[in-house]
């Protein structure tokens, strides 16, 4: 499903009013509507006594679309006005001179006091302050007002956004409301599923308000959920070869965790022979966790991390790969940094760029820019600020563009780890995640997922889709794991130990998955 900034929501409804001639009002009486008819499948109109909230805005609009279809429907209803009537524009205008007219109970609300006086005798809020035209920090009356909802305990509506969340960065502006259910319309907004904003709608529906597929399948808006797609079957005659030959340079004295987690979790994932060029001294003994993985142990610098003059033999033997992984555990010592860059470089192969491997590409990342064959680079919120010379907050508060800025600059297919994983393409294509949770939050996590892509590049031979059904595998495995064992105390062998399952769960239910949105988008 594709996922709008404000500007392209804009831009729609604009569409919708000029070129298929849908009158504004009959957007926001669709708008309303569907949210009045999710109401009313949830609560109860005989008995729930309800309190509409509106801004000033169309969403305040929607909101007396709302209170209107429940007033018509013998509900009882009580509008609030956080802003002056006179300030109404167009649609939302009309929609308020509607309620006047029907004698709709509406207040003007001048301070939070008034408002928490109110509130007892109310059974459900619906949140019609903001929504898409948010444009600065929640202050003053608006401020305290959510903070009353909130501290309400009451359920809770919200229309469009739960409003004080950022449509275009699922940021908070300050203070947000805590909805049970959020209506949104025409497509998710950003803000919808980006976090921390998507922890705010409770349960998202989506509905289409008479949008065109044409309006909603816009091949402009590059940003889409990452949806399952069919995996290949496994041939009758299958042979490790053709479940593909993969390298990972990888370890160092006192990290043997990293190089056994990637390895292991490429066959785990289905991978075909994982090969793992790692220094000699701690060859035998990450041997012992993972007897499937075939060692080419290297020479080692003094502090037993990967030399510098394994380069030609490296570049030889990745000859008769198909990818090759660099990084997991290497270590920051300079000399193997050195030699991570000189492959990078060097290397006709597609790559996957993990762990220290990044560290070595933010110092200089000329040597992947120029690169002719695939590159993936994993990086965690910290690594991305590191590659792009620029602070955590600053990739956090911007996720979806500071991916796509990064993926063009390195020229390079990205994921960016954290909840809702996105997944960049350098030609501006963003996929959100949306399995996983957060007891994936775990030391080795990582280099599972970098076995699980490489895997699923053995198997698809695409470099984007391979990232793409690596990160949602592994999320996938990750779940499967947490709904046994919970999420306290996962760990990234968990993970591994689930992939073959996740793999199975995944050829069995990809299509239901696909269609619904892994549970966390609902469609009207
Ligand atoms: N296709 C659709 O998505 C449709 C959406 N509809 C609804 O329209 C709103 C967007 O409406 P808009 O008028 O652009 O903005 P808002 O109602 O969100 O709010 C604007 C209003 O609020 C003021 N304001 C903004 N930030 C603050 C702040 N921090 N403090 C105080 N006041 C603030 C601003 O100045 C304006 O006055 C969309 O979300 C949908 O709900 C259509 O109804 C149907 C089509
Ligand atoms: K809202």
Excluded at 49 to 78: H, M, P, T, W, Y
Excluded at 93 to 109: E, G, R
Aim: with cysteine; aromatic share 6%.
């Amino acid at each position: 499903m594709k996922i709008v900034s404000v500007e392209q929501m804009r831009q729609m409804d604009q569409t919708a009013i000029s070129e298929f001639g849908i009158p504004d009002q009959l957007l926001m009486e669709n708008a309303g509507l569907a949210s009045y008819e999710k109401i009313r499948d949830r609560f109860d109109l005989q008995k729930d006594k309800f309190l509409i909230v509106c801004g000033g805005g169309n969403n305040g609009g929607d909101g007396l679309v709302v209170a209107r279809k429940l007033f018509s429907n013998e509900a009882k209803v009580q509008v609030v006005l956080l802003s002056n009537p006179s300030k109404f524009k167009g649609s939302a205008h009309l929609n308020y001179q509607i309620a006047q007219q029907m004698k709709i109970p509406t207040q003007s609300i001048e301070n939070a006091q008034d408002f928490e006086t109110l509130l007892p005798a109310f059974d459900v809020i619906v949140d019609a302050i903001f929504g898409t035209g948010l444009d600065r920090e929640v202050g003053g009356k608006y401020r305290d007002i959510i903070q009353a909802i909130n501290r309400s305990g009451k359920p809770v509506v919200s229309i469009d956004i739960p409003s004080g969340i950022n449509g275009n960065t699922g940021q908070v502006m300050g203070i947000a409301v805590k909805a049970d259910m959020t209506i949104t319309f025409g497509l998710p907004k950003l803000g919808n599923l980006l976090l921390p904003g998507f922890e705010y709608n409770g349960q998202l529906f989506v509905t289409h308000i008479s949008f065109a597929p044409k309006i909603f399948n816009n091949p402009e808006v590059q940003t889409q959920t990452n949806d399952p797609v069919e995996l290949p079957e496994r041939p009758t005659d299958a042979h490790k070869g053709f479940c593909g030959k993969v390298l990972f340079v990888a370890g160092a004295a006192n990290y043997l965790g990293a190089p056994y987690f990637a390895a292991h979790a490429f066959l785990k994932a289905g991978g075909g022979l994982s090969y793992l060029a790692t220094p000699r001294q701690i060859a035998s003994t990450i041997a012992m966790q993972g007897p499937e993985i075939i060692f080419q142990p290297l020479q080692a610098t003094e502090s037993g991390s990967i030399a510098h003059e394994n380069l030609d033999f490296l570049l030889e033997f990745s000859e008769d790969m198909e990818m090759v992984i660099v990084g997991p555990g290497a270590s920051l010592q300079a000399e193997t940094q050195q030699l991570i860059r000189d492959l990078l470089e060097k290397s006709p192969k597609p790559v996957l760029v993990d762990g220290d491997g990044l560290t070595a590409v933010a110092k200089d990342p000329a040597c992947i820019k120029f690169r002719q064959a695939p590159t993936i680079l994993t990086p965690h919120p910290g690594e991305m600020a590191r590659l792009l010379n620029i602070s955590i907050g600053e990739v956090q508060k911007n996720r979806v563009e500071v991916l796509r800025r990064a993926c063009k600059e390195l020229n390079a297919i990205i994921v960016l780890k954290g909840a809702h994983s996105l997944i960049g393409h350098p030609d501006g294509r963003v996929y959100m995640n949306l399995s996983g949770n957060p007891g994936m939050a775990t030391a080795g996590s990582g280099d599972v997922l970098t076995g699980t892509i490489a895997a699923m590049y053995a198997l698809l031979k695409d470099p984007l889709l391979a990232t793409r059904i690596g990160v949602f595998l592994h999320g996938l495995a990750g779940d499967l794991a947490a709904q046994k064992m919970g999420m306290d105390g996962l760990l990234a062998g968990d993970i591994l130990q689930h992939l073959p399952e996740a793999l199975q769960h995944y050829r069995r239910h990809w299509r239901e998955m696909k269609n619904q949105n892994y549970g966390k988008i609902s469609l009207v």
